[in-house]
């Protein structure tokens, strides 16, 4: 397994994710393309398979990108950008030529996350660094020659960090913002539907991302845990 990529299966599914409505709608019009991709490509019609998504951190980007895979029934494989760019591993260039064949010849999501990193280095042709010169015009090679079997997905919390040219690569734009109080609510009621009653007296935290809001609900639920247990090892003795 490369150092910079890695085969993710989680089991998650779209339920698993909490949308704003403007990315839940967007996310079932992609699906539906998905669906019937066969009737519209019979009228020559182009199917949206690149999506670029930015926003908050924590709120769902990551999530929605193995939501995706697995109602399509695809093998998600995440890039992390990053990593290519801190390592500069001498094979690098070569592995991401491998990965997007993969893609031709077996459907997958590929998924690029912290895609800003590529934006970060657009002024490659002023660093006397010929091998991160290769590693962009890999990836964007691939980007531009990406087979239509196979979806790419990519992350970014610095949209504003990302070249033009690279955005309109993209068919959609994915928005995602933290969550409004109501929203937030639904998703507190979700995660506590798996504990008994007795442990889901919880503070809720509101004004911040899912991932914050999870972790937040997770320990207060774990203490409730915890000191029930206290309190019946007590009584015990």
Known sequence: MSS?????????????????????????????EQQFKEKLLSYQLPIAN???????????????????AKHLNKKLVIVNLATIISSKLGETAKNIDALFKEAQYEGLVLFFDEFDSLGQIRDYDNKDNSEMKRVVNAIL???????????????????????????????????FTNPTNETLDLYYDKLLANFPKEYCEINRTYNTSFAEAKNLALYQVKKNIIQSEIKNQKVAN
């Open 50 to 68: 690149k999506i670029l998504m930015y926003g908050a951190t924590g709120c769902g980007k990551t999530m929605t990108a193995k939501a995706v």
């Open 141 to 175: 090679q691939l980007i531009d020659n990406f087979p239509q079997k196979s979806i790419l997905m990519a992350a970014t919390n610095q949209v504003q960090m990302i070249d033009e040219a690279l955005k309109r690569r993209f068919e959609m734009h994915l928005e």
């Open 4 to 32: 910079f990529y890695y085969i993710d299966r989680s089991d998650v599914n779209l339920d698993d994710v909490v949308f704003n409505e403007n990315v839940a709608k967007q996310i079932e019009d992609f699906l539906l």
